[in-house]
């Protein structure tokens, strides 16, 4: 099966520009996930969708980050503007089912790093 | 607060020596427990889980970790590693106190000398 995909695979901005990621996760998958890893760290749950719906978004920056999935398949995570904090890998994940059932691993895209100067 | 601990964050053994990477968390209720692991260059990916039953469980490559519940504890170990097993794991957590929302530790990285 195809895998998560993700792109642009890099981009460098300069702070308070905006900057949007795309994330096209394996089909069929109900569940999708944006995580930010900062270097050093493992990933941070951004936000999480269940088909259209966000199921949590509780640790995203709503003053700067915005993210849809339209049409439950598809999805786009935008940061505007950006920080220099904002530097990191920008990982989507997606899960077959998610939620309640366990037999529902996260499979990861290759990422995103932004790098913000 | 629910967090996942990982006690090294470097390592570096040579071949055929066994490994064991520490892995704590700290979350209420039922959890599901699991290691994933980044090679150079590609994308994280699961190597084993604990949802319940046999607190042993194996996973790809001759992977294994044990899941104590006393001690809150999902350690990952191999007998003997390979320099292909050079690679960033990350020991995480989710469970129905959390929503099912997976935390991570902040990894570990692993180098195996040739």
């Known amino acids: 099966e195809a895998g998560v995909a993700q792109s642009p695979r890099y981009k460098i901005i300069e702070k308070r520009q905006s900057v949007a990621f795309w994330c096209n996760p394996i089909?069929?998958?109900?569940?999708l996930y944006w995580y930010q890893q900062i270097l050093g760290q493992g990933p941070k749950l951004l936000i999480q969708?269940?088909?259209?719906?966000?199921?949590?978004d509780s640790q995203l920056p709503k003053d700067r980050f915005s993210a849809e999935r339209l049409k439950g398949v598809d999805s786009t995570l935008k940061i505007q503007p950006a920080k220099l904090e904002d530097s990191a890998v920008y990982l989507c994940?997606?899960?077959?089912?998610?939620?309640?059932?366990?037999?529902?691993?996260?499979?990861f895209g290759n990422g995103t790093r932004l790098t913000v100067t | 607060a629910q967090s996942v601990s990982q006690h090294n964050h470097h390592v570096i053994l040579s071949e055929a020596a066994s490994l064991e990477l520490g892995c704590n968390y700290s979350?209420?209720?039922?959890?599901?427990l699991f290691w994933y692991v980044q090679y150079p260059g590609q994308h994280l990916q699961l190597l084993l889980k604990?949802?319940?039953?046999?607190?042993l469980v194996k996973g790809i490559k001759g992977f294994e970790a044990e899941f104590i519940k006393s001690k809150f504890s999902f350690n990952l170990r191999k007998p003997s590693v390979q320099w292909s097993d050079t690679a960033e794991y990350f020991c995480?957590?989710?469970?129905?106190?959390?929503?099912?929302?997976?935390?991570f530790g902040a990894g570990t990285r692993l180098f195996v000398k040739a």
């Open positions: 994940a997606s899960s077959l089912v998610g939620l309640r059932d366990r037999d529902s691993p996260l499979h």
């Open positions: 089909s069929g998958h109900a569940t």
């Open positions: 969708f269940q088909n259209n719906g966000v199921v949590d």
């Open positions: 979350y209420g209720g039922t959890v599901n």
């Open positions: 604990y949802f319940s039953g046999d607190p």
């Open positions: 995480a957590v989710n469970g129905n106190t959390g929503g099912f929302k997976t935390i």
